[in-house]
């Protein structure tokens, strides 16, 4: 499906389930998916549910269990501020000189808020932000299971990340694995986030009004392809009373890819136009989703923002634009909503 969002030029390819999506579903509010699953779109009816009752462990994206560990709200909420302070250290110290930021995106972006946030750890912590590891979580935790094991354990340091001297705390192999485990659910979705959807913005409406803000760039992206493009509750009592079209064994998928496009609630719904958000409160506009529900944000999103607009600063300051030659943009269906690559070169 070609979505009109983007510049005439450009064509949005999305995945043929996505496309169905948009194409079957939206300006619905309640729907049979499967057999098991409703999906729902409406906000009126998905703002219920999600008010309903707390996520459960297996449905936070971030902190579901980890080797069959749980993960406590408490140290998910002292690991996201650990973090959440690493972040603003990082975007408090002087930047590298002479950042180059052309090239493939969202890779690009990804490698430099790596180095630029996690530089100074380990290279096994650091190793755990490779993007080939999304291939498989084999793959991801054969590598894990390689950097417990090898000699040569960081020690705490003050010169470490916050996050790595967490880990290097771990003793013993299962802890370090454990700590290895968390410091990739903590991290990687920080630079996988912000550059996706950086590339995001810039496939949409690259190059921009001189006059509108990173914010509002950031927010109509989000708006029009939200990297959580979906919220999934599992079957629970409390759903039927919500809305009898569910039923008690129904899985429950909201779906903010929807809700964000619907007619209803957007003037020219698939249009990239920053400058709605002139007049929106992105916390209260209903139907807008991008980093959960009221009831429980995202605790994350005050790391996105302040990291997609120095991306955006950077980039918008040093002439750099989307590819004219590139007229695709392939969005595949990945839990991480994105165009799957976007050329940056230089303005000619």
């Avoid at 793959?139 to 354990?153: E, F, H, N, Y």
């Avoid at 903010?256 to 916390?283: I, V």
Wanted: hydrophobic share 40%.
């Amino acid at each position: 499906m070609a979505s009109s969002s983007a510049p005439p030029a450009r064509t949005t390819v999305f995945a043929p389930r996505l496309a169905a999506l948009l194409g079957e579903h939206l300006g619905r509010d309640v729907f049979r998916l499967e057999p098991d699953t409703i999906g729902v779109a409406g906000h009126e009816v998905a703002d219920r549910i999600l008010a309903a009752r707390r996520a459960t462990e297996t449905e936070r994206p971030t902190f579901k269990p980890l080797h069959g560990r749980s993960i406590s709200r408490a140290e998910a909420s002292a690991v996201t501020r650990t973090i959440g302070n690493d972040v603003r250290e990082a975007l408090a110290r002087p930047l590298p000189r002479h950042v180059d930021l052309a090239g493939p995106w969202p890779l690009t972006g990804h490698l430099f808020l790596r180095d630029l946030i996690l530089g100074q750890d380990p290279r096994r912590l650091r190793m755990l932000m490779s993007r080939t590891l999304e291939l498989t979580p084999k793959l991801t935790w054969s590598v894990i299971g390689v950097g417990a094991a090898l000699p040569g354990w960081p020690r705490p340091d003050a010169r470490l990340t916050g996050l790595a001297d967490r880990a290097a705390r771990a003793r013993g192999y299962q802890e370090r694995r454990y700590a290895m485990g968390v410091y990739r659910r903590a991290a990687a979705p920080v630079c996988f986030t912000v550059s996706t959807l950086v590339a995001n913005a810039l496939w949409l409406g690259a190059p921009f009004d001189e006059g509108a803000s990173h914010r509002n760039i950031i927010l109509e992206s989000l708006r029009l392809l939200p990297p959580s493009w979906n919220i999934l509750r599992n079957a629970s009592p409390e759903y039927p009373v919500v809305d009898s079209r569910i039923g008690a064994r129904d899985d429950v998928l909201l779906l903010p890819l929807l809700s964000h496009r619907d007619p209803a609630l957007w003037g020219e719904p698939d249009a990239f136009r920053p400058e709605r958000w002139d007049t929106l409160d992105p916390d209260a506009t209903p139907g807008y989703l991008p980093f959960g529900h009221a009831s429980e944000r995202c605790w994350g999103r005050h790391m996105v923002m302040p990291l997609a607009e120095l991306l955006l600063d950077l980039i918008r300051g040093s002439g750099l634009t989307v590819d004219p030659g590139q007229r695709a943009g392939r969005v595949p269906l990945l839990g991480l909503l994105g165009v799957e690559e976007v050329r940056l070169v230089r303005r000619r």
